[in-house]
């Protein structure tokens, strides 16, 4: 069966990308974040594994108002850079992993979780910048991706409980997969931020080490957090680490924390990023 190894939880903000792509890592504004990450990707470069299952948010990329699923699982043997408004982002084609993907689809959907079945799809700032914050400027990325693109962006997102459910239904699947890969999945999305309105420029890291903490040691009880809560207290795009729970709900119940950072802010939000081995 396929060894899911490793959950990462980490914020997919798009400044981050812009600072990779332009080689401003060593200015002063952007020092102290990547000078925080760096164990990150030590660990993943001795990590090492074979397939990263991506989880995070399509930002009217690939999908618009006109077709919004809410879990959408990437089929295809690649996915390019999105243009997302100034060019696709110079980083490389992720190749997929169609095997795993179908046998994902199959596993899921005969689980009674209903999945919108994409066999051609760009992938934006979401999932790219999570890779770039791993592996940095690669010229090819070290791992096969498969993409899994959650709705946080248009009311209703799903909850908290399900996505943590269908995190356990993951890892089911994972488990039947008779290929020996090692996989890692990430949860991609927040931390606290606002991006409009009276509260925009919003960060609660109170609400950020508080969700990381129950997300390690009781992550029912963050699952049980509604959207009320999200909202109120991390901002209207909060609702986005609701995502990290389908990582977390794919590990086993104890966990081993290997790594966390939170930094404040990048660009206007709190960025963090959270390791995570199966103890």
């Not at 029912?220 to 609702?239: C, F, K, M, N, W």
Request: net charge negative.
């Amino acid at each position: 069966m396929a060894e899911l190894i490793a959950g990462i939880g980490t914020s997919h903000v798009p400044a981050v990308g812009a600072a990779i792509d332009h080689g401003k890592q060593d200015e002063p504004y952007w020092a102290p974040y990547f000078a925080k990450i760096e164990p990150a990707r030590e660990w993943m470069a001795e990590t090492q594994p074979d397939v990263c299952l991506v989880v995070y948010n399509d930002h009217a990329s690939a999908f618009s108002l006109e077709l919004i699923p809410t879990f959408a699982l990437g089929l295809a043997p690649s996915f390019p850079p999105a243009d997302e408004g100034y060019g696709p982002r110079q980083v490389p084609t992720a190749a997929g992993h169609p095997e795993l993907a179908w046998h994902l689809a199959e596993s899921l959907i005969l689980d009674e979780f209903d999945l919108t079945l994409v066999n051609e799809m760009p992938i934006d700032h979401g999932c790219t910048v999570p890779l770039s914050v791993m592996y940095g400027r690669p010229e090819a990325w070290p791992c096969r991706v498969v993409p899994l693109c959650v709705n946080v962006v248009q009311y209703p997102a799903p909850t908290g409980h399900r996505c943590h459910a269908l995190g356990k239904a993951i890892r089911r699947a994972l488990d039947a997969y008779p290929g020996d890969e090692r996989v890692v999945i990430f949860g991609t999305g927040g931390m606290s931020h606002q991006l409009q309105g009276e509260r925009a420029g919003l960060v609660n890291p109170d609400f950020d080490t508080a969700f990381m903490d129950r997300l390690v040691s009781d992550p029912d009880a963050q699952a049980a957090v509604g959207h009320t809560e999200y909202l109120r207290e991390s901002g209207s795009e909060g609702i986005e680490l609701v995502m990290w729970l389908i990582m977390r709900g794919a590990l086993n119940d104890d966990v081993r924390e290997t790594y966390r950072m939170n930094h404040v802010p990048t660009s206007n939000a709190s960025n963090g990023l959270l390791i995570l081995e199966n103890a």
